[in-house]
């Protein structure tokens, strides 16, 4: 196994065990027996997994259609989906696709003459999205397992990909850059949000706990634009921009336990939060990346 296929397999066993865990709460809080609603780690403020999915940038609207599982097993840290202008009949690509929140959002959009793809490496992931596509009675969802660096899908038939807080992850994301481009038909165009970090401590990127949690594993804005546009797509910008205070930084990291957003680390004890948020407040951002494949 290869240096980034042990990063993968350490990544996809932190989003099964965070997918499992938001599951059993789920199911404990309707039999009544959850202590909270609310995440309680390391003494982080307490956020909701609504609130979470709001600050990821859902309107209340978007997510009460859904199935409630799509919602509180959602780890994204922005919503593709919203400013993506999805049409009738295009075929749409989620990178990492989780659950299926942004599966279900796009299939909406795409209507039954279109069809939206979700990759995800995590059995336990695929399982939900799979179940949650089929509780929304949506015919026009697919998800495959694969991994995002060798995309199990056929050159140039994508017309949009997505992708919320995943290629963070990716321990080679510029493989990642070049199989997005392969796919997009020309003129096809990409919709991404993700997690940025200006500048990364040694520690941190040291940090194991950290890189589940979407923090060790993030590169500069700059150098994400410049992989996207290496990878030979034009017109590349980010559209919105979230640099998380204090606050919202606490209570993302903080929410790990609860699997809000970016959840896949184990708990971080009170002190590694401290440090993180003290540390690495002001640098760490949420950002959508907009472009297109060219025409010609
Ligand atoms: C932070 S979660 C985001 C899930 C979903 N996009 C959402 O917004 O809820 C990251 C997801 O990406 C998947 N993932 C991470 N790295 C991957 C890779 N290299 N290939 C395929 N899937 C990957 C994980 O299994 C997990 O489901």
């Known amino acids: 196994m ?3 296929d042990d990063v993968r397999k350490m990544v996809s066993e932190s989003y099964s065990a965070a997918v499992k ?6 199911k404990a809080k ?5 202590p909270s609603k609310s ?5 982080a403020p307490k956020i909701s997994e609504q609130s979470l999915a709001e600050l990821a940038g859902y309107s209340r609207e978007a997510l009460a259609g859904l199935p409630p599982d799509a919602v509180t097993s959602s780890f994204g840290c922005g919503n593709p989906v919203a400013l993506a202008a999805i049409r009738e009949g295009d075929t749409v690509l989620d990178l990492g696709s989780g659950a299926g929140i942004d599966l279900l959002l796009a299939a909406r959009l795409a209507g039954p003459s279109g069809r939206v793809i979700g990759v995800d490496m995590t059995p336990a992931m695929i399982e939900r999205a799979r179940a949650n596509a089929e509780k929304a009675g949506l015919k026009n969802v697919e998800v495959r397992q694969g991994i995002i660096e060798d995309l199990p899908v056929e050159s140039g038939t994508v017309d949009l990909v997505i992708s919320n807080c995943v290629i963070n992850l990716s321990p080679e994301k510029n493989r990642v850059f070049a199989e997005l481009a392969r796919v ?7 919709s991404i949000s993700d997690i940025c970090a200006e500048m990364m401590p040694d520690w941190a990127i040291q940090a194991g ?3 589940s949690a979407c923090i060790s594993g993030a590169i500069p804005e700059a150098a994400y634009i410049q992989g996207l546009v290496e990878a030979g797509l034009e017109d590349v910008k980010v559209t919105d921009r979230l640099v998380y205070d204090a606050q919202q930084l606490s209570g993302l990291l903080g929410s790990v336990e609860s699997g809000g ?3 896949g680390s184990s708990a971080l004890t009170p002190a590694q939060l401290e440090r993180a948020v003290s540390e690495l407040v002001g640098t760490i951002a949420s950002l959508r990346f907009v472009g297109m494949k060219p025409v010609v």
Do not use: E, N, T, V
């Open 30 to 34: 309707q039999a009544k027996s959850a």
């Open 39 to 43: 995440c309680c780690c390391g003494g």
């Open 209 to 211: 706990h950290l890189y």
């Open 261 to 263: 957003c970016c959840g």
């Open 2 to 4: 290869s240096k980034a």
């Open 21 to 26: 865990a938001a599951l059993a709460r789920r």
């Open 184 to 190: 997009l038909k020309p003129g096809g165009r990409i």
